[in-house]
């Protein structure tokens, strides 16, 4: 009784370190963002994004520049003088040397630079909403990825427990052969069964090799023991929850709306394009002429100016773009509209996939039973002669399709659930509570919103360092 007490205890040990080691699906999710590469794409997206600020800033700065220039001139009306030699043809040249610095600021130009800003800074939050959306695909991809290696894994235990079942199935039926209570058919039959279960067995392990492979893509490393999956905590009480929590957070939807408000402001840039615009230049050089009758003259060179102007007419150009402007205003806000049915569609669609995957689950419950119930019932008969081997091997076969069915309506079910999610914007590294270093979407665009210089800024230095730090 000690030996037996003491077997139980030492694999009830193995099995609490079994689950203790296994991989969770939260394992899953945070590999999965510390390692994808779409992830660092989008990022790299948005960072290009926040250099539109930076671009636009710029404009309200003044512009310095130098140029340094060398210059050859000939006078080709040549004159001949008459000498003692004999007569000799003279040409004229000159060469001329310019080093100059210019400045040019814009003034006043009816807010059209400073439009440019907010335009470019609402195009940052709709890409910041564009890089939530690629997290949620990345992170649903991973939950997919994760339920396919356990389906598969778990298909590899049906079949060979199977073959298993089989293997005893024909060794039953060749004693039943052997003292006359069955017939060869009989025999036959079983092996049919078998080889089937067999080449099954080596099925699934490819299915499995495959699906391994697949979760080594979107993880970004191969899969260990995984554990099931956590019970559902976020569950929406009803499809109205559902969608209108989708409706105010959605990135799709977000990322809309700041597109919109983007285009809204191009509108008004548009619209000022007409308008005249005010700037100051100046420079500051010397220039310097050699030519071959004469010494060097250095010549300093400075000017200040301002410049007024706007355009009278260019050719329709002006009214094109206000025109396009407001095109594309339309078409983001019937975008904003469609992105907003399609969402709420989704959500729907979502909802009664998952419905329906709960009820089918609870479904194979019920069918496992039965067929658990038969398949006994049909074994025992079989003994007594009242069933053949086929039955008890049909039998066998319900039971074994009702468990793969089980399997199945698990996968379905959590795939549904994580796709519910993903509808309603909730797949996210913050709102599943991963334990990961979030990409921190401000830390960037703090550094160059104001258009640091790298050589004359201390804010530009740093900014040098981050963007070392990512291996650019």
């Known amino acids: 009784m000690r030996k037996i007490k003491t077997t139980l205890l030492a694999c009830a040990a193995a099995l609490a370190v079994t689950a203790a080691s296994a991989e969770t699906l939260t394992d899953t999710l945070v590999s999965a963002y510390n390692n994808s590469n779409l992830l660092e794409q989008n990022r790299a997206v948005l960072r290009a994004a926040d250099e539109d600020v930076a671009i636009a800033v710029s404009a309200l700065r003044p512009i310095f520049a130098y140029s340094a220039s060398r210059s050859y001139f000939w006078d080709l009306d040549t004159d001949v003088i008459q000498t003692a030699a004999g007569r000799v043809r003279e040409n004229s040249q000159s060469i001329t040397n310019t080093l100059e610095l210019t400045a040019q600021m814009s003034l006043f130009e009816f807010g059209r630079n400073r439009l440019a800003v907010e335009a470019a800074k609402e195009a940052v939050l709709a890409a910041r909403q564009a890089l939530v959306a690629q997290e949620q695909d990345v992170l649903f991809s991973a939950v997919q990825a994760y339920t396919q290696v356990r389906q598969a894994a778990a298909f590899v235990d049906l079949r060979r427990n199977n073959v298993r079942v089989l293997e005893e199935e024909l060794r039953a039926a060749n004693d039943r052969f052997d003292v006359g209570e069955v017939t060869r058919t009989d025999v036959a039959q079983a092996e049919a069964f ?100 004469n010494t060097n003259d250095l010549e300093p060179v400075a000017s200040v100016g301002i410049e007024f102007g706007g355009p009278i007419y260019r050719g329709g150009q002006i009214n094109a773009l206000y025109r396009r402007a407001v095109a594309q205003l339309e078409q983001n806000r019937a975008g904003l509209l469609q992105t907003t049915l399609n969402v709420q569609e989704r959500v729907g669609f979502a909802w009664a996939n998952f419905q329906v995957a709960i009820a089918s689950l609870e479904a194979t419950e019920r069918q496992i039973e039965a067929s658990q119930v038969a398949f006994e019932g049909t074994r025992e008969e079989a003994t007594l002669g009242a069933r053949t081997t086929l039955d008890v091997l049909n039998a066998e076969q319900d039971l074994l399709d009702a468990r793969g069915s089980r399997i199945e309506a698990l996968t379905v079910e959590q795939d549904a659930y994580y796709f519910l999610l993903s509808t309603m914007g909730l797949l996210t590294a913050d709102d599943l509570g991963l334990d990961v270093v979030a990409y921190d979407e401000n830390a960037y665009y703090e550094k160059v919103r104001t258009a640091p210089s790298v050589v004359t800024s201390e804010q530009g230095i740093k900014l040098d360092k981050v963007l070392k730090a990512l291996g650019k």
């Open 194 to 293: 078998l080889a089937s279960a067999q080449a099954s067995l080596v099925a699934a392990n490819g299915d499995l090799e495959t699906a391994r492979e697949a979760f080594n893509l979107a993880v970004g490393r191969y899969p260990g023991d995984l554990a099931p999956p956590p019970a559902f905590s976020n569950r929406p009480a009803s499809l109205q929850a559902a969608r209108d929590v989708a409706v105010r957070g959605h990135p799709a939807i977000r990322q809309q709306q700041f597109l919109v408000s983007a285009q809204e402001v191009n509108v008004d840039i548009a619209q000022r394009e007409i308008l005249p615009a005010l700037s100051a230049t100046g420079s500051i050089g010397y220039s310097d002429s050699a030519q071959s009758s």
